[in-house]
């Protein structure tokens, strides 16, 4: 996970190579609609598979609490693991 921030942050290239176009980072990361409060209240726009956040960064989102977290103007990538999955426990006697 971190290294796909870490290639979004760089903008397409790794260890000096183009991996990815440049200009696809940049829509992808760019926000293509509006969100109306899904994602959260920081959230303001949804690019392709990245969500475009209030405070300075994009992020891509797995479920159940998995965070990749990129801000471009601190260069920074920040990795959030974690499992959030809530299910009902059954009482035992």
């Keep these: 996970m971190a290294k796909i921030g870490y290639l979004y942050l760089n903008k397409g290239v790794w260890d ?8 696809w980072v940049a829509e992808a990361t760019k926000g293509q609609t509006d969100t ?14 990245w969500w475009q956040d209030t405070f300075g960064c994009y ?4 479920l159940n ?3 990749i977290l990129v801000f471009p ?3 920074l990538v920040v990795v959030f ?4 999955y809530r299910r009902k426990r059954k009482n035992k006697q």
Aim: aromatic content about 14%; hydrophobic content about 20%; glycine content about 20%.
């Design 16 to 23: 000096g190579k183009r991996v990815v176009p440049a200009a």
């Design 81 to 84: 693991q974690c499992n959030f």
């Design 36 to 49: 109306d409060g899904i994602g959260g209240p920081y959230v303001k726009s949804y690019g392709y598979q």
């Design 73 to 75: 103007d601190k260069n």
């Design 65 to 67: 609490g998995q965070y």
């Design 59 to 62: 992020s891509a989102r797995g």
